[in-house]
């Protein structure tokens, strides 16, 4: 764990931070952070938030300032003149809001079409939504009170990073609760388990930790997951991990099951609220030399993990 937080390339001590947040004195923190680094007051204020929510430490190493931005001196800011979103914290949030507003008109188009526009967005985040195609299938999932987390990826060509486009025909890995599936549905679904030979499946001896995890996502998503953790209050919670044998000359290489925790509500959460854009599944690997845990798209069929919605159920 570093001992600073790096912040517009300039180093700030972390128990400076703390001292002052634990004194009660956000506004000093905030006025620090601003002044040393020479950013925004909004863009401290955020990294504030990350110390009040525990999450700083997951960006050791990282700058918390975006690098192309157009720079706002001091001055202005001190003018007391509300300057435009540019660190990451500020442009991703931004970019959520949009999403949101853009799914929701998405989401009226389709009921006034009676489901047209809507059939894209079948995919669900932690229950069903696995090649189903009907309009009529649509709508038994949705009246079953399923949310679709994974709305803007649903055909499967979208990817969560640049320049990289999912083949539409690529097989769907992700585990479906065969409980929430229609009977006409579920057979196939239970066909498919079989030919998986889950029996052989070998649970892994090292696997990413919830924080790791959570790390690893941050990074894949481009830091669109910022915004979850700080905003939304939510985190990511891994499952049982199975040693994945496609390790692409990486030392390690698991398949495993997350879910969103909800820090406030203490349980877990359908989806995050605007934009979705997370799987239930991913494979984490850990580079030869490296120690630090990433993550891909998932590339084995692994059990649906029922024992870690179990753990983070709502509590009577």
Known sequence: ??????????????????????QD?????????????????????DIVQLFDEGDIDLFDGKDLFLVDYDEVPNSEVSAGREPEPSSFLEVERDKSKG????KGLIIGLAVLALGFVFLRYVVGFNHIGH??????????????GTTA?????????????????????????RPIDTNLLAPEFKSAEMARIK???????????KSPTDEDAQLALIYLTNKRLTDVIIQQKLNIKIGQCYENPKKEGNKHCVSCMILLYNREKKHWQEAPD???????????????????????????HIPYDYALFKKYEPKD
Do not use: C
Request: net charge negative.
């Open 195 to 205: 030919k998986a030979q889950f029996d052989k499946l070998i649970p892994a001896k």
């Open 149 to 173: 987390l994974d709305a803007d990826t649903a055909d499967r060509k979208a990817s969560l990073e640049p320049g990289v486009t999912r083949v539409a025909d690529a097989e769907d890995f």
């Open 99 to 102: 999403a949101g507003s853009k």
């Open 1 to 22: 764990m570093n001992k600073n937080i790096l912040v517009n390339k300039i180093e700030i001590e972390k128990e400076i931070i703390i001292d002052l947040i634990k």
């Open 25 to 45: 004195n956000r506004d000093g923190a905030i006025d620090l952070i601003a002044n040393r680094a020479n950013v925004k007051f909004k863009t401290a204020r």
């Open 274 to 300: 605007g934009e979705n854009f997370l799987d239930n599944a991913y494979d984490f690997y850990l580079p030869e030399g490296g120690d630090t845990w990433e993550a891909k798209s998932l590339s084995m």
């Open 131 to 144: 090649h189903l195609s009907e309009l009529g299938q649509v709508f038994d999932k949705n009246s079953g």
